[in-house]
C-alpha cells in the first residue's frame, strides 16, 4: 500500500480533460511540496510538475497541478492518445523521507 | 545537457549484493542530491534514499535501513547504490535520480523536493 492514495485508472476520450486526485495526510502533502511524473510505457519517468503547480521547461500548458491541503490534483486538458501513460504524484514525509502515490494508468479512448 | 547513466542489468542468487552505477553529466555533480527509487514489474515507484554528494550524507527508507548504502565517486562523478542480502522481492528497475532542493521559508532551510532527471534503469533480478 502506498502512502499517498492515487485512483488507479482513468479515462477520457481524445480532446477531453481529465484530473488525477492525490490524497495524503498532514506528514506528507499537507507540509511538502508535490510533484508529479509521467512515465510512458517502458520508459524512466520524468517530471510534469513541481512545487505544486509549476512547470518545468518544454512540458506543455495542457498539464497543470494544484494542491489543497491534504490532496493534490494533477489536470491534463486536450488529451492525446501520446498522453496514455501512468501518472505518479510524489512528496515527503515529516521525516525527509520521500513517499510516492500508488499510480494511475491514463487511457485515452 | 544534464543526463544520468546508470549500469547494465544484473542477475544475482538470493543472499547475494548487487551495486548499480549512476554517472551524472552536464551539471555539477556535487550540487544536487541523488535519489534512489526502484520499481517492480507492474507495481509503483518505491523512493529507497538520498545522498548528498557534497558531504556523502545519506537518508535511507526505514525498509531498506540496513541493506542499502549509498555511496559517491565525485572524481568521475558517479554514484553508487549497493543493496546486500538480495531476495526475490528485490526484482526491480532500479532507478536514480537528481534531486532538487528548495528553499522553505516555513523551515528555515532548504528542503528535498523533485527529481529531475532520471537515469534509464537497470533491471535486477534475483533468482536462483
Known amino acids: 500500500q502506498s502512502v499517498l492514495t492515487q485512483p488507479p485508472s482513468v479515462s477520457a476520450a481524445p480532446g477531453q480533460k481529465v484530473t488525477i486526485s492525490c490524497s495524503g495526510s498532514s506528514s506528507n502533502i499537507g507540509n511538502n511540496y508535490v510533484s508529479w511524473y509521467q512515465q510512458l510505457p517502458g520508459t524512466a519517468p520524468k517530471l510534469l510538475i513541481y512545487e505544486n503547480n509549476k512547470r518545468p521547461s518544454g512540458i506543455p500548458d495542457r498539464f497543470s497541478g494544484s494542491k489543497s491541503g491534504t490532496s493534490a490534483t494533477l489536470g491534463i486538458t486536450g488529451l492525446q492518445t501520446g498522453d496514455e501513460a501512468d501518472y505518479y504524484c510524489?512528496?515527503?514525509?515529516?521525516?525527509?523521507?520521500?513517499?510516492f502515490g500508488g499510480g494511475t494508468k491514463l487511457t485515452v479512448l | 545537457q544534464v543526463q544520468l547513466v546508470q549500469s547494465g542489468a544484473e542477475v544475482k542468487k538470493p543472499g547475494a549484493s548487487v551495486k548499480v552505477s549512476c554517472k551524472a553529466s552536464g551539471y555539477t555533480f556535487t550540487s544536487y542530491d541523488i535519489n534512489w527509487v526502484r520499481q517492480a514489474t507492474g507495481q509503483g515507484l518505491e523512493w529507497m534514499g538520498w545522498?548528498?554528494?557534497?558531504?556523502?550524507?545519506?537518508g535511507y527508507a526505514q525498509k531498506f535501513q540496513g541493506r542499502v548504502t549509498m555511496t559517491r565517486n565525485t572524481s568521475i562523478s558517479t554514484a553508487y547504490m549497493e543493496l546486500s542480502s538480495l531476495r526475490s522481492e528485490d526484482t526491480a528497475v532500479y532507478y536514480c535520480?537528481?534531486?532538487?532542493?528548495?528553499?522553505?521559508?516555513?523551515?528555515?532551510?532548504?528542503?528535498?523536493?523533485?527529481?529531475?532527471?532520471w537515469g534509464q534503469g537497470t533491471l535486477v533480478t534475483v533468482s536462483s
Open positions: 510524489g512528496t515527503w514525509d515529516s521525516s525527509l523521507r520521500g513517499v
Open positions: 535520480a537528481r534531486g532538487h532542493r528548495s528553499y522553505d521559508y516555513v523551515w528555515g532551510s532548504y528542503r528535498p523536493n523533485w527529481f529531475d532527471p
Open positions: 545522498m548528498n554528494p557534497n558531504s556523502g550524507n545519506t
